[in-house]
């Protein structure tokens, strides 16, 4: 019985040591909460705490004030779009009224101003661009009046009354261009009617390029007078070849890298030089009274035989004439002869006469006396390195006397 006694006593004992241990672990966990709530309360009445929660509110404050700003924003930004769109209506209803006004100028001022955030602006740009045709072809119609009349400054000055911003578009520029086009063949055309073909070509080649479409109608300008200078000089070899060679050297210089004219340099170089008359070039007389005559007012000599070319001497002084050769010439050639005008010759008064051809002022010809049938002297002299040639003739009281068919042969 004692034995049983002391099991039931035991497992008593055991009981409560099992239920003390419990309410010890209930309090330890009870002492950790309470020791991690002090542990929180300390942390969250700490200075770095407290410093974050201010910052925290400064950061939340900020961000209600921006949107707050923004929701603002937008509702003024929403009434100004919407007064600004009232005040561009009523703009863009004045240019309206100005367009019925056919005040262009106004309407374009207008539509300019209104702002490209216009609800319809679109349809701002639409009438823009409709009326700036209307308000330049008011200029382009005036200016064509003025072109068709080839009144070309007037053309241009219309044109340049157009606002500087609307001057440069295509159809201005194409005008500008049509005039200038019309002005230079016109200008050529009066060239043609005084100036030989190398003016014109210097003409064309120094005008300015004034445009892209300028410069093209000037280069096919160019393209046909060279044409027909290279189809002029062709023939004038055959017949003066001094003067081909003198057109080809200037044009050289006008066009020096162009084909044609060198081909053409090069066919001169290849031609043998034909005789030229000495009457072609420019003549000076100095001295007493003398006819230079070229083609017309044909004389005839003693034998009857007429001539067209000739330097007469009328005067009973006689007379000098001068020429510039240039030393381009190699010898020159012709007949001195007694004109008969019906009357009759007296011998002894023949036998005077004289002609003497100087080079550079040296007596490079004198003429013999005429023999007794009075046929023609013909002559032919040096006068190579010749710049300046003069002809001096020697008078009669009676007899009238002339060269003729003075012939230059060409130095190549």
């Not at 050639?333 to 008969?340: E, P, R, Y």
Request: proline share 1%; charged share 35%; with cysteine.
């Amino acid at each position: 019985m004692e034995e049983n006694e002391e099991k039931t006593l035991s497992k008593k004992e055991l009981k409560l040591k099992a239920q003390e241990m419990k309410l010890e672990e209930k309090q330890r966990k009870m002492q950790e909460k309470a020791d991690i709530k002090a542990e929180k309360e300390r942390r969250k009445n700490s200075f770095g705490r407290k410093v974050r929660n201010f910052f925290l509110t400064i950061l939340f404050v900020i961000i209600l004030v921006l949107i707050s700003f923004y929701l603002g924003k937008e509702f003024l930004t929403r009434k100004e779009k919407e007064l600004s769109n009232e005040k561009m209506g009523q703009v863009y209803e004045t240019a309206i009224s100005a367009i019925d006004s056919k005040d262009y100028k106004e309407a374009i001022k207008l539509l300019k101003s209104i702002d490209k955030d216009y609800d319809k602006y679109s349809d701002v740009s639409d009438k823009l661009k409709e009326i700036e045709q209307l308000y330049l072809n008011e200029y382009l119609v005036s200016s064509d009046e003025y072109l068709k009349e080839k009144k070309y400054e007037k053309a241009l000055g219309v044109l340049d009354n157009i606002e500087d911003e609307l001057k440069n578009t295509d159809a201005v520029n194409d005008k500008i261009s049509e005039i200038h086009i019309a002005k230079m063949k016109n200008e050529v055309e009066a060239l043609k009617e005084n100036k030989n073909v190398i003016d014109i070509l210097k003409f064309l080649i120094d005008y300015d390029e004034i445009s892209d479409e300028v410069t093209e109608a000037t280069k096919e300008l160019i393209e046909e007078y060279k044409n027909q200078f290279v189809l002029e000089t062709r023939l004038l070899l055959k017949s003066d070849y001094a003067k081909a060679r003198t057109n080809i050297n200037a044009v050289k210089k006008l066009l020096p890298d162009d084909k044609d004219i060198k081909d053409l340099e090069e066919e001169l170089n290849n031609t043998e030089p034909t005789p030229s008359s000495l009457l072609n070039l420019k003549s000076n007389v100095t001295n007493g009274k003398l006819s230079v005559v070229k083609g017309e007012n044909a004389i005839t000599n003693v034998k009857g035989t007429g001539f067209t070319n000739y330097i007469l001497s009328s005067d009973t002084k006689g007379g000098e004439v001068e020429f510039d050769l240039n030393k381009e010439y190699s010898r020159l050639s012709g007949n001195l002869c007694i004109q008969s005008d019906g009357t009759e010759i007296n011998m002894a008064d023949a036998q005077k006469l004289r002609i003497t051809i100087y080079g550079d002022g040296k007596v490079i010809y004198f003429s013999n006396q005429f023999s007794g049938d009075l046929s023609d002297i013909n002559f032919s002299v040096d006068v190579s390195g010749v710049k300046k040639l003069k002809i001096s003739f020697k008078g009669s009281s009676t007899v009238k006397y002339f060269v003729a068919d003075p012939m230059l042969i060409v130095k190549k």
